[in-house]
């Protein structure tokens, strides 16, 4: 299994425009996770799933868009890059809720100039 | 809302020796999880060890402890026998119990320097 995995790993964005960060897991798991963060801080959640074609917002939503068309995959888009989205994200998948681990993928680190 | 603070930004240990992070949290729920996740240089988030508040019993992982004092809403994280592969970021999370979306809360994270 490759577990959770992200591309791309870097990206430089120029303030205004758009890109889409890819996740995919290949556990079957239904319930897959945006977090980011920020230089010196915590992870913090952007947007969740609990299965396909179901998804809503988590803290720190703005600026952001999902989709989940199938239980793999989880597409987090950025519209607009703004500086304040310069961040590291992780994208993140699990069975369940609490009693279940969540497994993270490597991370994308992005820069908006 | 709930709260995770995690005191101590930056600590190190001499290997072989015995370390402890500290964490508290903040929250009106009884029912919930707490999580040391460890990130190292690679970035990957690693899940460490986990404690389901209603036990009362300490988790334990091999070297890792934690010691779970939930009427002082504590949660620190004991490291036995420190190796070089222990450095790391070390966050403190928490999950409520029967929450809809599984947020992990996360601190701002302790930096741990295992030095030789």
């Known amino acids: 299994n490759a577990g959770v995995t992200q591309t791309p790993k870097f990206r430089i964005l120029k303030i205004g425009q758009s890109m889409t960060l890819q996740c995919a897991q290949d556990?079957?798991?239904?319930?897959m996770y945006w977090y980011r963060q920020d230089p010196g801080m915590g992870l913090k959640l952007i947007y969740y799933?609990?299965?396909?074609?179901?998804?809503d917002k988590g803290e720190v939503p703005n600026g952001y868009n999902v989709s989940r068309s199938t239980t793999e995959d989880f597409p987090l888009r950025l519209e607009l890059a703004a500086p304040s989205q310069t961040s590291v994200y992780f994208c993140?998948?699990?069975?369940?809720?609490?009693?279940?681990?969540?497994?993270f993928g490597p991370g994308t680190r992005l820069t908006v100039t | 809302a709930q709260t995770v603070t995690q005191s101590q930004p930056e600590m190190s240990v001499q290997e072989a020796e015995t370390v402890t992070l500290s964490c508290t949290y903040d929250t009106s729920e009884n029912n919930y999880y707490l999580f040391w996740y460890k990130q190292p240089p690679s970035r990957q988030m690693i899940l460490v060890i986990r404690?389901?508040?209603?036990?009362?019993q300490n988790a334990t992982e091999n070297r890792f402890s934690v010691n779970f004092q939930k009427a002082a809403k504590s949660f620190s994280l004991k490291i036995s026998d420190s190796q070089l592969g222990d450095t790391a970021m070390y966050f403190c999370a928490f999950m409520t119990r029967g929450g809809s979306q599984g947020n992990l809360i996360f601190g701002k994270g302790t930096k741990l320097s295992v030095k030789p």
């Open positions: 556990m079957n798991h239904n319930y």
């Open positions: 993140a998948s699990s069975a369940g809720l609490a009693t279940y681990e969540q497994y």
């Open positions: 404690q389901e508040a209603y036990k009362q």
């Open positions: 799933s609990v299965g396909a074609g179901i998804t």
